[in-house]
């Protein structure tokens, strides 16, 4: 079970971007907090249509006075996040050996 101790959003921001789905759905959604995060990949040898910018996720906050996180955008976070952990183990969990739940 999640303990939102922020751990994934803290080590994995810059290891993905947003997919050509999650551009397109904010920009219906008209979501340009989240659009102006993004930038178009000049580069594009990696595949990847738009960048985030920032060096960690402007999205994350700390619950006041609590050593937990949460999510700005959950009803419309990255693919990335939403399929996080894809292979049932988180980072909190490898950290403490636990078993996924
Ligand atoms: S590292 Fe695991 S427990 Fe911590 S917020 Fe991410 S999914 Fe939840
Ligand atoms: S968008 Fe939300 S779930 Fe994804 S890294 Fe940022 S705070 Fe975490």
Same mark, same amino acid.
């Given at each position: 079970?999640?303990?939102?101790? &922020?751990?994934?959003?803290?080590i994995h921001w810059g290891s993905f971007d947003a997919t050509h789905d999650d551009v397109t759905r904010w920009r219906n959604e008209g979501r340009t907090?989240?659009?102006?995060?993004?930038?178009?990949n000049s580069?594009? =040898?990696?595949?990847? =249509?738009?960048?985030?910018?920032s060096n960690s996720c402007p999205f994350l906050r700390k619950d006041e006075g609590q050593n937990t996180y949460y999510c700005t955008i959950n009803d419309t976070k990255p693919f990335h996040?939403?399929?996080?952990?894809?292979? &049932?183990?988180?980072e909190h969990m490898a950290d403490l050996g636990e078993e996924s739940d």
């Amino acid at each position: 079970m999640c303990k939102r101790c &922020g751990d994934c959003c803290i080590i994995h921001w810059g290891s993905f971007d947003a997919t050509h789905d999650d551009v397109t759905r904010w920009r219906n959604e008209g979501r340009t907090d989240i659009l102006r995060h993004l930038a178009t990949n000049s580069d594009n =040898s990696n595949g990847r =249509s738009c960048l985030f910018i920032s060096n960690s996720c402007p999205f994350l906050r700390k619950d006041e006075g609590q050593n937990t996180y949460y999510c700005t955008i959950n009803d419309t976070k990255p693919f990335h996040c939403r399929n996080y952990p894809d292979d &049932g183990v988180c980072e909190h969990m490898a950290d403490l050996g636990e078993e996924s739940d």
